[in-house]
């Protein structure tokens, strides 16, 4: 049985992507800690406007870990969303070199809602509370205001 290969987003506005996401579903990568909660992946373009400065933090045993690294468009003349990420391992002191495939699966027209994966069957879900929470958190004042006003 042949594996059929996993379709990507194309077109992706890279601009868009950058800033914090948070992890909402992942299978761990082998340095990340197995029980590792809250994890985050903050996503920076660099200066020369071709790649992006990833930093991957998790909180395990009541500390912050985190890894460094950059991604770039594994095929630069292809529309794909299929990019390479380099971190060097362990962060304290690089001395080993890992790089992965990160392709974005899909994304959600505002940007919010992403699902990435290896090309290898196991995906990622990363979800982008900031903005979600500042929305829901104006819904809940708005109808705190209204049940006062309601009781007036």
């Known amino acids: 049985m042949s594996k059929k290969e996993m379709k990507v987003v194309r077109n992706l506005v890279t601009e868009r992507y950058m800033g914090r996401w948070y992890e ?10 197995k029980n590792g909660k809250d994890t985050r992946t903050t996503y920076n373009l660099n200066s020369d406007g071709s790649t992006v400065h990833v930093l991957k933090e998790t909180w395990s ?6 890894i460094e690294g950059t ?5 630069p003349k292809s529309d794909e969303a299929k990019l390479k990420v380099k971190f060097y391992l ?7 070199l ?3 495939n990160y392709w974005v699966l899909y ?4 940007y919010q809602v992403v699902n990435v994966g290896s090309g ?20 809940l004042e708005k109808n705190q205001k209204k049940r006062e006003e309601d009781k007036k």
């Not at 045993?61 to 985190?66: F, T, V």
């Not at 879900?125 to 958190?137: A, C, G, H, Y």
């Open 120 to 139: 290898m069957g196991e995906t990622n879900s990363l979800l982008r509370l900031v903005e979600e929470k500042i929305r829901l958190k104006s819904e």
């Open 61 to 66: 045993n009541g500390k912050r870990d985190s």
């Open 90 to 96: 362990p962060p304290f002191l690089p001395l080993i």
């Open 98 to 100: 890992v790089t992965g």
């Open 71 to 75: 991604a770039y468009k594994a095929n």
């Open 24 to 33: 909402i579903a992942l299978f761990p990568s082998f340095f990340q800690p």
């Open 107 to 110: 994304v959600d027209p505002d």
